[in-house]
C-alpha cells in the first residue's frame, strides 16, 4: 500500500510529468486558455493515461516478451495509444456531446500527447508489475490534470491582468509555465529514503 | 527470417484484435444525428414563429449548433439566451433587437362574432393551434398557441387580438416528466385547461 501512495506522490508532485520531466507540454499549453476546457481535457487524459498504460502493460507482458518482440514496443505501444484514444472519442461522444464539443481537436491530440507513450515506456523500464504500472498511469494522469487545471486558472486570470505589451499572451503563458516548473522543481526532497 | 516472420505477424494479429474492438464500438457507440441540435432546440420556446430570421425552431437550433449567434430568440427572451449560454459555453449576450424585443407570453384572441371564416389565419398558423373551416367561425385553442402574431396579419377584417396571459395561481401547472417523444402542448399539461 505505501508503494502505491509512493508512486502517486512521487508522479503527482516530485516527478510531474509535465513540470519536471516536461513530458506533454503541447496540450498543457494548447488547452489552458479556458478552466472548462481544461477540466474536460483533464477528465480524457486521466482515462486514457491509465487505461493505455494497463494496456500497454498487458500487451508488453503477455505478447512481446513471450515471443521476443521487446524491441517492437515503441511502435506496439503506439497502436495501442492510438486504439485507446479512438475508442474514448467513441465512448465521449456517445455520452457527453457536449464535451465532444469542447474537446475537439485535442481529444485525437492525446495520442500524440508524448505524455501516454512516455508512461508505457517508464513503466517497462522501471519494471513495474501490473497494479503499479495502472497507479503509475494514473499518477501520471493525475499530476497531469492538477497543472493543466492550476495552469488554466491562472491563464483566466492573466487574461484580464495589466501585463506589458510584449508579454501578453503565449508569452506571459511560457513565462508562468516556467515559474510554475521551478516551483514543483521544489518538490524535489519531498520524500526521504 | 522466422523472428521477422513472427515480429510482423504479432503486430498482424495485436491489430486486427484492435481493429475489430474498434469495429464494435463503432456500432455499439454509434451516435444518431446531432445530439447538440436536439438539446438546443429543446431550450428553444417551440413557438415557430420565425422571429429569428429561421422557418421554425428546429432551423434555428441547426443554425445555432453551427455557430450562428444565441441571441436572436425574441419570445424565449433572456432565459433562454442564458440557457444556451451555459449548454453552450458561450458568452451571455443581450437580445439582438433587430429581431425584436422581449414581450410577455401572449395567445391569440378570435373575436368570433366578427369572424367571416375566410381560413387564413388557420394557414398561417404554425402550430396548428386554430380550429374552425370555411364559412364556419374560428377559435383559437388556448393551450396550444405560442403567441408567434402570426396569425394575426392575414386576418381581412382584423378581429385577432393579442391577449398578454399571465400565470395565475388558477392557470399553474407542474411540468410533467418528459417523454422521449415529442408531444403537442395540451398533452404536456396533462390535458385541457377548463
Not at chain 2, 455499439?28 to 444525428?33: P, Y
Request: aromatic share 8%; net charge negative; glycine share 8%.
Amino acid at each position: 500500500m505505501t508503494e502505491f501512495a509512493l508512486i502517486l506522490v512521487s508522479t503527482v508532485l516530485v516527478n510531474n510529468f509535465v513540470l519536471v520531466q516536461f513530458l506533454g507540454l503541447c496540450p498543457f499549453m494548447g488547452v489552458s486558455n479556458k478552466l472548462e476546457t481544461a477540466f474536460g481535457m483533464s477528465l480524457a487524459t486521466t482515462f486514457v493515461l491509465t487505461l493505455s498504460s494497463i494496456c500497454s502493460y498487458l500487451t508488453y507482458q503477455y505478447l512481446l516478451l513471450p515471443l521476443d518482440l521487446a524491441y517492437l514496443r515503441t511502435i506496439a505501444f503506439i497502436l495501442v495509444i492510438a486504439v485507446v484514444v479512438q475508442f474514448t472519442e467513441m465512448v465521449v461522444r456517445k455520452t457527453s456531446p457536449l464535451l465532444y464539443r469542447v474537446l475537439g481537436i485535442f481529444l485525437p491530440l492525446i495520442t500524440t500527447n508524448c505524455a501516454v507513450l512516455g508512461v508505457a515506456l517508464l513503466n517497462i523500464k522501471a519494471k513495474h508489475n501490473f497494479m503499479e504500472s495502472a497507479v503509475y498511469g494514473f499518477g501520471a494522469a493525475l499530476g497531469f490534470s492538477l497543472v493543466l487545471i492550476l495552469f488554466s486558472a491562472m491563464r483566466e486570470r492573466l487574461a484580464a491582468a495589466d501585463v506589458p505589451e510584449p508579454f501578453r499572451g503565449s508569452a506571459i503563458g511560457m513565462i508562468t509555465a516556467g515559474l510554475m516548473s521551478l516551483a514543483f522543481m521544489g518538490f524535489a526532497g519531498l520524500i526521504r529514503f | 527470417m522466422s523472428v521477422v516472420i513472427t515480429a510482423v505477424l504479432a503486430l498482424l494479429g495485436l491489430a486486427a484484435v484492435f481493429g475489430a474492438i474498434l469495429g464494435y464500438a463503432s456500432e455499439r457507440f454509434k451516435v444518431e444525428g446531432d445530439p447538440v441540435v436536439d438539446q438546443i432546440d429543446a431550450i428553444l420556446p417551440q413557438t415557430q414563429c420565425g422571429q429569428c430570421g429561421h422557418p421554425g425552431c428546429r432551423p434555428y437550433a441547426e443554425a445555432i449548433a453551427n455557430g450562428e449567434a444565441h441571441n436572436h430568440c425574441p419570445p424565449g427572451g433572456e432565459a433562454t439566451i442564458i440557457a444556451l449560454s451555459e449548454l453552450l459555453g458561450r458568452e451571455v449576450l443581450p437580445l439582438d433587437e433587430e429581431h425584436g424585443e422581449e414581450k410577455p407570453r401572449t395567445v391569440a384572441y378570435i373575436r368570433e362574432a366578427e369572424c367571416i371564416g375566410c381560413t387564413k389565419c388557420i394557414q398561417a398558423c404554425p402550430v396548428d393551434a386554430i380550429l374552425g373551416a370555411a364559412k364556419q367561425m374560428h377559435t383559437v385553442i388556448v393551450d396550444e398557441c405560442t403567441g408567434c402574431d402570426l396569425c394575426v396579419e392575414p386576418c381581412p377584417v382584423d378581429c385577432i387580438d393579442m391577449i398578454p396571459i399571465r400565470t395565475t395561481p388558477k392557470s399553474w401547472h407542474w411540468d410533467l416528466p418528459q417523454p422521449g417523444h415529442r408531444l403537442i402542448a395540451t398533452d404536456l399539461r396533462g390535458g385541457l385547461q377548463s
